[in-house]
Nanobody
Framework: QVQLVESGGGLVQAGGSLRLSCAASGRTFSSYDMGWFRQAPGKEREFVAGISWSGGSTRYVDSVKGRFTISRDNAKNTVYLQMNSLKPEDTAVYYC????????????????WGQGTQVTVSS
């Protein structure tokens, strides 16, 4: 089992920044590829960013490329999502998730999920 707890969400004005954190406990964190997803009201869950178990590979949905950066610190069992130049359309509940060596952008490939943290971007 892997337990994931997100933090760092909040209310920010358009153009501002937030850094989300996801703290993991349980089995060996460094064995898992990690991802961030988001879900806005009335919309389907969307992949945002992913990072391989080593941190050597990252991927992003087109709408956040150049603005968001995913990173991880395996010594601290934590994955981060730095979000810059935020837009109102980034408003959503953000979830971190873990999968075992699938490095996927599909939610169904992820085995463990956090409870989510709300990000609201005002215009």
């Amino acid at each position: 089992q892997v337990q994931l707890v997100e933090s760092g969400g909040g209310l920010v004005q358009a153009g501002g920044s937030l850094r989300l954190s996801c703290a993991a406990s349980g089995r060996t964190f460094s064995s898992y590829d990690m991802g961030w997803f988001r879900q806005a009201p009335g919309k389907e869950r969307e992949f945002v960013a992913g990072i391989s178990w080593s941190g050597g590979s990252t991927r992003y949905v087109d709408s956040v490329k150049g603005r968001f950066t995913i990173s991880r610190d395996n010594a601290k069992n934590t994955v981060y999502l730095q979000m810059n130049s935020l837009k109102p359309e980034d408003t959503a509940v953000y979830y971190c998730a873990a999968n075992y060596h699938k490095y996927s952008d599909l939610g169904r490939d992820y085995d463990y999920w956090g409870q989510g943290t709300q990000v609201t971007v005002s215009s």
